[in-house]
């Protein structure tokens, strides 16, 4: 999904659908659902696990990404491993600026730690 151009870098965790609506409300999302006969769904039930919020910030260039690599699971939490992609010096930029978020379902009621790494891609001269 694109965004607008105000917004940051976020890793979010999300325990409850009023927290998530009000994140979807923030990024000017309405009516976020999984269309299925007869009734629309609800993204998730909270029941069962938490949302992920993976965003990357508004940047001015083409070639960057977030997402979750593998999820640890331990005794009392899970690690949830996000890889950020970025583009290295030798990247064009992308004057037009690009946006990408997502939301990722964690399958879990634990406490969840959020783990990131940086990969840079160099591109072609």
């Known amino acids: 999904e694109?965004?607008?151009?105000?917004?940051?870098?976020?890793?979010?965790?999300?325990?409850?659908?009023?927290?998530?609506?009000?994140?979807?409300?923030?990024?000017?999302?309405?009516?976020?659902?999984?269309?299925?006969?007869?009734?629309?769904?609800?993204?998730?039930?909270?029941?069962?696990?938490?949302?992920?919020?993976?965003?990357?910030g508004y940047v001015n260039t083409a070639g960057y990404e977030m997402e979750v690599r593998s999820v640890d699971v331990f005794a009392g939490h899970v690690r949830v491993n996000v890889v950020t992609r970025k583009p290295g010096s030798s990247c064009a930029a992308d004057s037009l600026g690009k946006g990408r978020f997502a939301f990722v379902y964690v399958p879990t009621k634990k406490d969840v730690l959020v783990s990131e790494s940086i990969e840079v891609s160099e591109c072609a001269v």
Request: no cysteine; glycine share 4%; net charge negative.
């Open 2 to 56: 694109t965004f607008p151009q105000n917004t940051s870098k976020k890793l979010q965790v999300i325990d409850d659908q009023n927290e998530l609506e009000a994140v979807l409300t923030s990024y000017g999302i309405s009516n976020f659902v999984i269309s299925t006969e007869p009734e629309p769904v609800p993204l998730t039930y909270f029941a069962d696990g938490k949302v992920l919020l993976l965003d990357p």
